[in-house]
T-cell receptor, first 109, second 115 residues
Framework: GQNIDQPTEMTATEGAIVQINCTYQ??????LFWYQQHAGEAPTFLSY????GLEEKGRFSSFLSRSKGYSYLLLKELQMKDSASYLC??????????FGAGTTVTVRA | DGGITQSPKYLFRKEGQNVTLSCEQN?????MYWYRQDPGQGLRLIYY???????QKGDIAEGYSVSREKKESFPLTVTSAQKNPTAFYLC??????????????FGQGTRLTVV
């Protein structure tokens, strides 16, 4: 399968900013997605990048560099409810959608 | 309401039995996916289907089978050949080629326990 790497765990303080990096290798890139998943629940969609650059949606932003096989998810003004797992996913030309192992973010008061 | 439905939410089976997990969507999506998630792990792709009557193996297809006879339905069978079937199974769908909002939507999952 695809090689999608992201850090296992990150910890930050309420109100701070955290950046979750994702690197990938694929032969036919057709989009990168970020999802949030709380324990025991289904993942929910956060952001989508298919062209290089930054996409901003409220407190969440996502960046993509296709030439570097690199993306990051930026979470600003962290809240306790942001404690969750964040999943990076890459879609290929044939619509195969593969996920990284996820990054567990813990927000401390 | 439009959405993607998995049933049942919890499923118990005896070792050696085949079991079929249901996934139905009324979003008119072309692409559908099955993933497996083990505790503390990410999602691993079992099978995916880009269009009705067609599907491809994902990264961990051994011991599983699927069918895609209808656009709305993508059932997953966990066979007795799957050595460690206890896991959380997630089904997803997306609009497919050419769609603008192309993110995948997930069902609520089926937690399968084999005893």
């Amino acid at each position: 399968g695809q090689n999608i790497d992201q850090p296992t765990e990150m910890t930050a303080t309420e109100g701070a900013i955290v950046q979750i990096n994702c690197t990938y290798q694929t032969s036919g890139f057709n989009g990168l997605f970020w999802y949030q998943q709380h324990a025991g629940e289904a993942p929910t969609f956060l952001s989508y990048n298919v062209l290089d650059g930054l996409e901003e949606k409220g407190r969440f932003s996502s960046f993509l560099s296709r030439s570097k096989g690199y993306s990051y998810l930026l979470l600003k003004e962290l809240q306790m409810k942001d404690s969750a797992s964040y999943l990076c996913a890459v879609r290929e030309d044939d619509y195969k959608l593969s996920f990284g192992a996820g990054t567990t973010v813990t927000v401390r008061a | 309401d439009g959405g993607i439905t998995q049933s049942p939410k919890y499923l118990f089976r005896k070792e050696g039995q085949n079991v079929t997990l249901s996934c139905e969507q009324n979003l008119n999506h072309d692409a559908m996916y099955w993933y497996r998630q083990d505790p503390g792990q990410g999602l691993r792709l079992i099978y995916y289907s880009q269009i009705v009557n067609d599907f491809q193996k994902g990264d961990i297809a051994e011991g599983y089978s699927v069918s895609r006879e209808k656009k709305e339905s993508f059932p997953l069978t966990v066979t007795s050949a799957q050595k460690n079937p206890t896991a959380f199974y997630l089904c997803a769908s997306s609009i497919g080629v050419g769609g603008l909002n192309t993110e995948a939507f997930f069902g609520q999952g089926t937690r399968l326990t084999v005893v």
